[in-house]
Structures are given as C-alpha cells and as structure tokens.
T-cell receptor, first 112, second 109 residues
Framework: DSGVTQTPKHLITATGQRVTLRCSPR?????VYWYQQSLDQGLQFLIQ???????AKGNILERFSAQQFPDLHSELNLSSLELGDSALYFC???????????FGEGSRLTVL | DAKTTQPPSMDCAEGRAANLPCNHS???????VYWYRQIHSQGPQYIIH???NNETNEMASLIITEDRKSSTLILPHATLRDTAVYYC??????????FGAGTRLTVKP
C-alpha cells in the first residue's frame, strides 16, 4: 500500500460526458502528479501540482483540467469524453525534498 | 531532462541475476537516474535511484558508469514476481517524472 488513494477504481461512461477522478496523496506530501496510460501504452505525464500550484504540464488535452485543493487532495476533470480517453489514470505523490514518487492503484476509465 | 534508451524486452531465468541496461548519453551533471517498475496494470513502483555512485537496496543494485552515460539495474536473484516493465528515467531536481517505453522483463522458470 503506497498510501496514495484514488477514487473511483473503475468508471464506465459514455462519449461526451464529464468525469472527475480524485486523488488523496500520502499524508504530508505536497506534490501530486497525474499520468494517463492507454491500453498497452506507456505512462504519459499529464500535470504536476505542488502545494496547490501548477508546477509542470505535460501532454494534457485542453478538455482535461486538474487542481489541487488546500487539503492537498487533487482532482482530474475530463470533459467531452471520447473513446480514446479510455485508459488507466494514475496519481502519484511525493514529499517535500523527496525524490521517490508513490503511485496509487489507478482509476480505470472506460468510455463507451 | 535527458532522454533514455532501453531494450524493449529481455528474458531472464528464475534465480539468475537480471541485468537491465539503460543509455542516457545526454545526462547532465545534476540529473539523477531513477528506476521504477510496473507489474501488469498496477501503479509503478519505485526501485532505486542514484547520481554518481553505485547504489544498493533490498530490491536491487544500480551501477552507473563513470561517465554517467549509462547505467544497469541488477536484480540479483530474479523471481517470477519480478516479471514487469522496468523504466529508467533521468530527472533534474524535483521536476516532473517522465516515463519512456521501458523494458519488459520476463522471468522464466
């Protein structure tokens, strides 16, 4: 158990819909990272937050947005969903000055 | 961050050492080398990281060449549970961690 909690674990929705994925980092971790992994694909970095502020942005679509709240949990919002958005979405967290990323178990999104 | 090159796949016999290579010829002086692995569709798991010196922990050893242009992750006694995709990543400071395609290691009985 990494200490990073992601909800929901599984989500099935239809094209055009909007979903929110939630991540609770390890206690005290200030950095949160979001990744997307499509079937048989590598991990694509989406975005990183540090203590509520966006720190780095990767291959995140304009239809996707994220934020980190004062209690340090983070949400990834996916809108106007397309079939190609079906993927595993991972959240990871790291401590201040910590080099190791701790990953959650992922949220599996299926868009039908 | 410097890019890395890894073989797409490798096999290893159970009980033998698994040596996974990684090239990072454009690494800069203050970039760290990290190794993670992903078993099936689980969240990636941290293995080890290093800057210049060789490192060892309970999971693996990391050997970094003197010129730092390549490294090798060593799993001393591979088991079937070590079958996974292994990612070598070069990272500057506390920047975002970007994964490549990795090496799919298959441990065979």
């Amino acid at each position: 158990d990494s200490g990073v909690t992601q909800t929901p674990k599984h989500l099935i929705t239809a094209t055009g819909q909007r979903v929110t994925l939630r991540c609770s980092p390890r206690s005290g971790d200030l950095s949160v990272y979001w990744y997307q992994q499509s079937l048989d694909q590598g991990l694509q970095f989406l975005i990183q937050y540090y203590n509520g502020e966006e720190r780095a942005k990767g291959n995140i679509l304009e239809r996707f947005s994220a934020q980190q709240f004062p209690d340090l949990h983070s949400e990834l919002n996916l809108s106007s969903l397309e079939l190609g958005d079906s993927a595993l979405y991972f959240c990871a967290s790291s401590a201040e000055g910590g080099r190791e990323l701790f990953f959650g178990e992922g949220s599996r999104l299926t868009v039908l | 961050d410097a890019k890395t090159t890894q073989p797409p796949s490798m096999d290893c016999a159970e009980g033998r050492a698994a040596n996974l290579p990684c090239n990072h010829s454009t690494i800069s002086g203050n970039e760290y080398v990290y190794w993670y692995r992903q078993i099936h569709s689980q969240g990636p798991q941290y293995i080890i990281h290093g800057l210049k010196n060789n490192e060892t922990n309970e999971m693996a050893s990391l050997i970094i060449t003197e010129d730092r242009k390549s490294s090798t992750l060593i799993l001393p006694h591979a088991t079937l549970r070590d079958t996974a995709v292994y990612y070598c990543i070069v990272r500057l400071g506390y920047n975002d961690m970007r994964f490549g395609a990795g090496t799919r290691l298959t441990v065979k009985p």
